[in-house]
């Protein structure tokens, strides 16, 4: 079964996309729009405090007449943070997102953020793998496929 480490090894586009914490929705909406990605990490200096994405926006600025150019994304994002490990299995990640209602989760290694994982790659990444698993047994049913 893969895990989150091999997410990101094979999707080095996962890198990390940040706003600072005294910036503005506008801000994030920015960084969001220029890495393509629906998320990112709101830091403090070196650390970061929590996690802003394109749902806290829909459901949070201009539908509850905020503008996202005046709204400080501190006031939005999300400061208690599900997160895991590399070692985490793509199908814990999938069952955390399920259980939370989230599509975003950090990975922390150290003590540290090393990327962010969505659910749109961990499904890739999943598929994949049946793929693979279909195609092998395939082949031992039909005897093919076998170095001689």
Do not use: W
Not at 46 to 54: A, D, L, Q, Y
Not at 120 to 141: G, P, Q, V, W
């Amino acid at each position: 079964m893969a895990i989150v480490r091999k997410v990101l090894l094979e999707n080095p586009e996962s890198k990390l996309f940040t706003v600072d914490v005294s910036g503005t929705v506008l801000d994030a909406l920015q960084v969001m729009k220029s890495a393509d990605t629906g998320a990112v990490l709101v830091s403090d200096g070196h650390k970061i405090v929590g996690i802003f994405t394109e749902r806290d926006y829909t459901r949070n600025v201009e539908v509850n007449g905020r503008e996202a150019k005046n709204t400080p994304v501190k006031d939005l994002m999300t400061k208690e943070m599900v997160m895991v490990k590399p070692e985490t299995s793509v199908q814990q990640c999938i069952n955390l997102m399920a259980r939370y209602h989230i599509r975003h989760l950090p990975v922390i290694e150290n003590e540290k953020v090393i990327g962010v994982v969505s659910l749109r790659k961990l499904a890739d990444t999943l598929l994949a793998d049946h793929k693979e698993t279909i195609a092998e047994l395939e082949n031992y049913i039909m005897g093919t496929g076998f170095a001689q």
